[in-house]
């Protein structure tokens, strides 16, 4: 079984404060994807990478980066939290060739 | 971009048939997936389009019709368990490679 794990279930931290969100996954997966998903939004595509060191903006990159450093592990970075990021967020993996994207538990943050 | 529409809510009593629908407008079409997400867990792979026509999967089907920029999510001998929120997934080849865009999700509430 694919298996996609998320540092946290839950964080809180403070306005200001930088986070760090770790994405792990066992497949031996090419692409790797952070999204955020609020009610009514939908799941929202953040960052996402195709290889080691590569990463590709999503539809609302706007106070986040992020780092793949092994193709194992995908990290989604906060600068500088804010309110307005408190959200699910939720990391995928997929082979480079499939469509089908294996979701990891999600990490609810909130920003206080 | 894409525009994935699907309703936002279905009740629906245990035992019946619910169908949930999905349109979508999109350049670059490559496929489209369904996914089951319970509350507070992970978007789960269903099903996946990309020809016309019907796909069936025990007690769920999926069909897709690609000039009608439409799909649906048929859920037969409604149980308990498929309450739950169901994301329509539009698939399409961009810039070279795959993107995967979610509609924003429709709660199905199954009742006794």
């Known amino acids: 079984d694919v298996k996609v794990t998320q540092s946290s279930r839950y964080l809180v931290k403070r306005t200001g404060e930088k986070v760090f969100l770790e994405c792990v996954q066992d497949m031996d997966h090419e692409n790797m994807f952070w999204y955020r998903q609020d009610p009514g939004l939908g799941l929202r595509l953040i960052y996402f990478s195709y290889d080691v060191k590569m990463k590709e903006k999503g539809d609302i990159p706007e106070g986040y980066s992020v780092s793949r450093e092994k193709k194992e592990r995908f990290s989604l970075i906060l600068e500088s939290a804010s309110t307005n990021q408190t959200s699910m967020y939720l990391c995928?993996?997929?082979?480079?060739?499939?469509?089908?994207?294996?979701f990891g538990p999600g990490t609810r943050l909130t920003v206080t | 971009g894409q525009n994935i529409d699907q309703p936002t809510e279905m009740t629906a009593t245990e035992g019946a048939i619910v169908q949930i629908n999905c349109t979508y407008q999109?350049?670059?079409?490559?496929?489209l997936f369904w996914y089951q997400q319970h509350a507070g867990e992970a978007p789960t792979f269903l099903s996946y389009?990309?020809?016309?026509g019907l796909e069936e999967k025990g007690r769920f089907s999926s069909f897709l019709s690609r000039s009608k920029g439409y799909s649906y999510l048929l859920l037969k001998e409604l149980q308990m368990k498929d309450s739950a929120s169901y994301l329509c997934a539009v698939r399409a080849f961009l810039s070279n490679d795959y993107k995967l865009s979610f509609g924003a999700g429709t709660t199905v509430t199954v009742r006794a």
């Open positions: 999109t350049s670059g079409f490559n496929g």
């Open positions: 389009n990309v020809l016309d």
């Open positions: 995928a993996s997929r082979p480079r060739t499939s469509g089908e994207q294996y």
